[in-house]
């Protein structure tokens, strides 16, 4: 029978509101986002209709948000009908910069292009795309 009152008093004690925080919570999450380095004035651009024959100049530029100077290490082009050119120096926090591609609109009809870009700050590249049909 005491066996029994200590079994039935140790249940109510552990389903017991008192003991519900016992363990402390954290007001931080665990996991915590990273602030992206640079920011993108466009990540996707689209171009439009364009002339066939007729190299098109595509610029994308950017902030450097960090608080560390940033330089792009590669450009990459999805294809070899688009070349790229970059700001070859490094970008100083606040400042901005660009990558350009330039899409030989060899062909007609609907095209999607991307350019990876690899910096300083990550070595995952960015991807980039422009899109557009060639009349």
Do not use: H
């Amino acid at each position: 029978m005491k066996n029994l009152k200590i079994t039935a008093l140790l249940a109510v004690m552990a389903f017991s509101p008192f003991y519900a925080n016992v363990l402390p919570v954290a007001p931080n999450p665990i996991v915590k986002t990273v602030k992206a380095a640079i920011t993108w004035k466009s990540e996707s651009i689209d171009v439009g209709n364009i002339p066939q024959g007729k190299p098109k100049l595509i610029r994308f530029e950017f902030t450097n948000t960090s608080s560390k100077p940033i330089i792009i290490e590669n450009v990459a082009p999805s294809c070899g009908c688009t070349t790229a050119d970059y700001t070859k120096t490094p970008i100083q926090p606040g400042k901005k910069g660009f990558v350009e591609a330039s899409y030989n609109a060899a062909s007609a009809g609907a095209f999607m292009k991307t350019v990876n870009v690899t910096t300083s700050d990550s070595k995952t590249p960015k991807t980039l795309s422009f899109k557009g049909v060639v009349k």
